[in-house]
């Protein structure tokens, strides 16, 4: 494949630098005050698959951030690859904690250090670029479709509606999507299966007014305290949760598929080093990588309430809340998991105080099968560019929207993610080194080549 390194060699200086205008543009979706930079993101992309060579593209407005359409049809003959992406980002906060400035790239040390480098604006860039490659050397083997939104870091609340509303725009063969992780540069894999997400708050309310914790405590139940309380009731000794009826419907996976899943490279000194903990948690009876990717989770983000500034003040506060979310595996659903822990955090309300949950967003799971054409063309794909054949593995994180296009489009979606976990998504200093950015150009238009033959 002389052509695809050629033009990748020929080209990678414009590459970056185009990758770089688009970071530079702070898409952050949960911050109203970025309305305007989510319009140039779109615009910015739009021109850019517009000059690669798409017949059209189009911004979509919706409730929310404007959604990006694009195609390039050969022949409606051929089968057709969407290209799924998102051009939000996370906010930078601590900005304090970068070493460089979130929305202006720098190149250290072989990566690219800005906000959204891998997490998705890097990733999706592979394949406009992939895209630009092959029309530019003629040699885009089918029909292709890019919809790309602005939403996922805040849970696509438009994007399922959008899809319901224009079937038969994005109908295709296969959605590929390069949003999430490999095991390691050397050590290439396929993700089969994504987390659900349920996220809720909760608060729990007490007296009328934060009271004198002389007059009033110990007679009185404390917010704060009753909510630690049911918080720490939530799950058990053996760190399982304890919300009634929430693993009924988890689905056991069998003890062949878990020994396959065991010879994958993990390295737990390494992963305890790399996060500055010296012991790993989790549910009695799991691995690691199973408490990750097999088993569903519960975790407080987020805990306030009563006096949190310098100093002492007593005081016994009238209220508390926490941001609770569960990620769920295949076959659980986020509604029922929504509607059992609202019953179980009422049931287990101490006297004296009153509980309220709110749903925020949530999203289920997904697993793709490997003897299908798509994974077995992904797969031949990164054999060839990385020397080695990639390992299917479950990841811990969510995309919900893929279970959706599965059920309102009838269609699977491959996640041919080149990410690292060290890339820092989420987090200061994320980061996508520039091994992988090539990589995914050079792997993306083998997908599609493979992929286009299996299919004829
Ligand atoms: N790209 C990530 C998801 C991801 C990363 C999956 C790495 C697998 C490996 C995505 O942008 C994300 O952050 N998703 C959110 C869910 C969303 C509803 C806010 C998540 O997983 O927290
Ligand atoms: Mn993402
Ligand atoms: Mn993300």
Known sequence: MEH?????????????????????????????????????????????????GADRAEVYSTEGHPILFAEKILDPALPTVLVYGHYDVQPADPVEKWKSPPFEPEIRDGKIYARGADDDKGQLFMHLKAFELMIKTSSLPCNVKFMIEGEEEVGSPNLGKFCSDHKDMLACDVILVSDTTMIAPDIPSITVGLRGLSYLEVEVTGPNRDLHSGLYGGAVANPASMLCKMIASLTDEKNRITIKGFYDDVLEVSQEERAEMAKRPFDLEEFKQSIGIDREMGEEGYTTLERLGIRPSLDVNGIWGGYTEKGAKTILPSRASAKISMRLVPNQNSRKIDRLFEEHFKSIAPAGVNVSVKSLHGGEGYVSPIDTPEYQAAS???????GKKPIPVRSGG?????????????????LLGFGLDSDAIHSPNENFPLFNFYKGIETIPLFYKYFSEMKK
């Open 4 to 52: 695809i390194k050629n033009y990748i060699d020929q080209h990678k200086d414009r590459f970056l630098e185009e990758l770089f205008s688009l970071i530079r543009i702070p898409s952050v979706s949960a911050s109203p005050e970025h309305k305007e930079d989510m319009v140039r993101a779109t615009e910015a992309l739009s021109k850019g698959l517009l000059e690669a």
């Open 380 to 386: 031949r794909a990164m054999e060839d560019t990385f």
């Open 398 to 414: 969510s995309i919900p929207i893929i279970s959706t296009f599965e059920k309102v489009l009838g269609v699977k979606s491959i």
